[in-house]
């Protein structure tokens, strides 16, 4: 199996990139934010993903170990394969996508080619005890909403006040969880909001 390659990028495509290893030629998938950090006849070295399904062996890169290790979570989850992975991963970027997770953000998933409402919250759902802490703790999400929480805390709401004036979910909740990390416990909503705000125009 192939861990890592390492060579000069050969050719950039819409969804791949021909990576030139000592002479021999390799093509390798790559998402969206991976392709744009790469630039023809520059060196490279790219993480590698190696799935071989009907005797066809097929390569992904990353262009770093988050990613990769995104990709792997996601095609755990019944409905994912590579491919759908890696078009989640080029709609929402690793570091974007934790916070998706994280705040039950499935339309942000659901932008993704190939992921429908069903598959969105399925992703979601079981993921979000493996996207990892932010360093804010939120009520659990209601189910069958995604959107509203099961109780009215100052975070909650604070992210849905957000929500409301138009800001994506993820960000909202990024950013009120950082507003919150440095307020410190017991910051009310009116304090939680300008505070957000203010992140998310940082």
Same mark, same amino acid.
Request: overall charge neutral.
């Given at each position: ?15 791949? #990139?021909?990576?030139? @290893?000592?002479?021999?030629? !390799?093509?390798? +998938?790559?998402?969206?934010?991976? =392709?744009?950090?790469?630039? @023809? ?47 989640? =991963?080029?709609? @929402? ?25 069903? =598959?969105? =919250?399925?992703? #979601? ?24 929480? #099961?109780? /009215? ?5 604070? @992210?849905?006040?957000?929500? /409301? ?7 909202? !909740?990024? +950013? #009120? ?9 017991? +910051? ?15």
């Amino acid at each position: 199996m192939i861990g890592k390659l390492t060579g000069k990028i050969d050719t950039i495509g819409t969804d791949n #990139v021909i990576l030139d @290893v000592g002479g021999v030629g !390799y093509i390798v +998938a790559c998402s969206t934010p991976t =392709l744009a950090r790469l630039v @023809v006849g520059a060196p490279a070295s790219l993480l590698i993903e190696t799935r071989v399904r009907d005797e066809i062996m097929a390569l992904y890169g990353f262009f770093d170990a988050a990613e990769r290790d995104w990709f792997k979570l996601l095609t755990t989850v019944q409905g994912v394969g590579a491919k759908v992975g890696l078009s989640i =991963l080029s709609a @929402v970027p690793a570091d974007k996508l934790q916070l998706a997770i994280a705040s039950g953000d499935k339309a942000s998933v659901q932008r993704a080619d190939g992921v429908g409402a069903k =598959l969105a =919250l399925r992703i #979601v759902t079981e993921l979000k005890d493996k996207a990892g802490s932010i360093g804010v703790t939120f009520e659990p999400i209601a189910r069958g909403n995604a959107s509203e929480p #099961v109780h /009215n805390t100052p975070t909650n709401d604070a @992210v849905s006040a957000l929500v /409301n004036l138009g800001y994506a979910r993820a960000d909202a !909740y990024g +950013a #009120v969880a950082a507003a919150a990390k440095k307020l410190g416990d017991g +910051a009310n909503l009116g304090a939680l909001i300008p505070a957000a705000l203010k992140e998310l125009s940082a």
